[in-house]
């Protein structure tokens, strides 16, 4: 094997296990609806109060696990293709020359009104 081919499968290797796709919205929801199959799935007992746990298992069924499948698979789906449609947008230039004082400032009013 040529060393131009040797380095382009390394970079290929290397692209996918970047930090970049460790954040990307449908890694992130991937990694969340694994935690909370794990949650559902493990039997925690006595250790989470009586008050923050189902009273009693559901059974495991084709239809509810479809239904979950094709649930997550929708939520995957649109995060997948907003991150598609978000590259493809030109970027705003004003957005980027406001100063990080303001944008700060403005966020933070924006997030105190909608919590009032």
Do not use: D, N
């Not at 990307?24 to 969340?32: I, S």
């Not at 909370?36 to 109060?49: E, H, M, R, T």
């Not at 995060?79 to 947008?89: D, E, M, T």
Request: net charge positive; aromatic share 18%.
């Amino acid at each position: 094997m040529s060393a131009a081919a040797q380095a382009s499968t390394h970079a290929r290797k290397r692209r996918l296990f970047s930090l970049e796709t460790a954040v990307r919205p449908q890694t992130l929801l991937l990694l969340g609806a694994a935690l909370s199959f794990i949650a559902w799935a493990v039997p925690w007992g006595s250790a989470i109060p009586a008050t923050m746990r189902f009273t009693h298992a559901e059974p495991w069924t084709l239809h509810g696990m479809l239904f979950l499948f094709g649930w997550y698979a929708f939520f995957f789906l649109v995060a997948f293709g907003g991150f598609q449609v978000g590259r493809r947008i030109p970027v705003l230039r004003r957005a980027e020359c406001v100063p990080w004082q303001s944008f700060y400032v403005y966020f933070s009013v924006l997030s105190l009104v909608r919590t009032a």
